[in-house]
């Protein structure tokens, strides 16, 4: 049997490198340098081990169960050959934008600096934010007269220098508001400055230390700093451009509909096919933009991740990417050579992935007798950690919290204490419930907050702990009862099992597929050519 199936199961869809020296043969089919190269490139992306000895296996791999997948006609199946329409269209839209864009992209000296230093340059400053230019200057007089800095502070509108007793921390030029980065790289260090004019109101600041980036660096930095700059460069051009397809193209999206969906996720069979715009004659659904967006961002479900703005952003995603593909198309750029060399290169990859999925689909299912055997087999791997479910609520001042406490002792709620005072956003919502904390979350949360762990795991069921101070502030914590540690009951954990074996038995078909395959396929591989790749990647 092989290895890298993980690999194997996501074959890389980039196009190959423009060399064709073949570094190994399987059958009639050459693997080349170029393929080689660009395995190397989308498994470095993704993190994986780049040695071209291992990556080879993998194409070898990938090559076999094309040639399969081709023998049994996968490459006709509708959804091979849908995909493979689509990955032309998509190389066709981005051959258009390199042609439009092409001379456009010029990065100057000034912006390289410019970059160099917002990047390079910090400061660490403390500041003050209040709601007029008159009570700025009144806090400014009083802080000249004595008054500590954190006490004026204490009322700041930012809740971050509030917190802090004023100290913003070390910030990069770069992350300060434009109003902040002159004054800030130009003031004296240690004296009271303001009022300037902010965002968020009216500041009064002091420039605690600051370090600017050295200059030569800037030289060793030029390259780096360019391709960055150019990137960026391109992104807002290719927006440019498809904003004017948009324009000429006259699109609109049914802005409506997708506010009327809210922050869900799930989707009626009608809503699915709901058009959202149309492109020439292509329709956008509502089903393609739900895709998109739980494939980019994990699909969870609730606030502004799946809220409507998202859901029309990636709308209009789609719809500039129909734009571009359509535009590429009509201009005959599908059928340019390194398109198609890329498209082709695709579909064996598409149809390698579809015979995967086949005999996964082939492989035997775990009976309930198989999966209560491995339950009974494997009693560590279904264990339940001790676990207590816990809400908390966090305040500024050690005396807030106590006053908190004194309303929960008079019958107040904890939960509507929490709605109502709590400082933390994330859980004042919910009544300050933080969930389920088993023993290995509080073991991690006492490498950084002790205190705050200690409550967590000792406060006796259903009472309130004494304050407990932390980097946020001061906690109330309220605790239920400890479920210990122990086996979870087989139905709990079924599903799990049953998958668990089920991938296990897919994997396994897999690999008993090309054991075959490589034991009827003639290989060969040039091991002069590989350690050509291999020394170019050092």
Known sequence: MHTTLALLLTVAAAPPAPTDEVVARVGVDSVTHGDLKARIAATHVKGGNTKPELLIEDLINDTLLSQSGYRQGLDKQADVVAKVAQERARLAGEKLVERELSGAVHVTDEQLSQTYHDSGD????????????????AVVQRLKAGT????????????????K??????????????????????????QVHGPLKLELGWGVYQVVSRQLADAKGLELKKPELR???????????????????????????????????????????????????TVGKRPIRYGDVLALVVSSLGGKEGGHFSGASVKQEFAWTLVDRALLEDAAMERGLGKL???????????RDEVARANVRRLRAQADRPTDERVAAWYLAHPQDVQRPAERACSHLVVREKSHALGMK??????????DVARSASLDDATAEAGGALGTLTDERVAVISKSEPALAKAFKDTPAGQVSAPVQSRMGWHLV?????????????PEVKAAISARLSAEAEALAVL????????????TKDAAALGRVTESCH
Not at 513 to 522: E, I, Q, S, V
């Open 478 to 490: 309220r605790c239920g009862p400890t479920t210990p540690a122990g086996p979870r009951p087989l």
């Open 406 to 415: 004194d309303r929960l002792a008079k019958g107040e709620a904890f939960d």
């Open 227 to 277: 391709r960055f700059l150019e990137s960026q460069l391109k992104v807002q051009l290719r927006q440019h451009y498809v904003l004017q397809l948009r324009a000429q193209a006259k699109v609109a999206l049914d802005e409506a509909f997708l506010t009327s969906t809210g922050v869900r996720l799930t989707a009626s069979a009608e809503e699915q096919d709901k058009v959202v715009a």
């Open 337 to 347: 050579p390194e398109v198609d060399v890329a498209t082709r290169r695709f579909e």
């Open 148 to 163: 500590p800095f954190a006490t004026e502070a204490s009322k700041s509108l930012d809740p971050t220098s509030a917190a």
């Open 512 to 523: 008993k597929h090309l054991d075959g395959l490589r034991a009827k396929a003639t290989i």
């Open 165 to 190: 007793g004023g100290d913003v921390g070390v910030k990069t030029r770069g992350q300060l508001e434009a109003a902040l980065k002159e004054p800030l790289f130009q003031a004296p260090l240690g």
């Open 122 to 137: 910090t400061v660490r400053f403390s500041l003050i934010v209040v709601a007029s230019q008159e009570a700025a200057a």
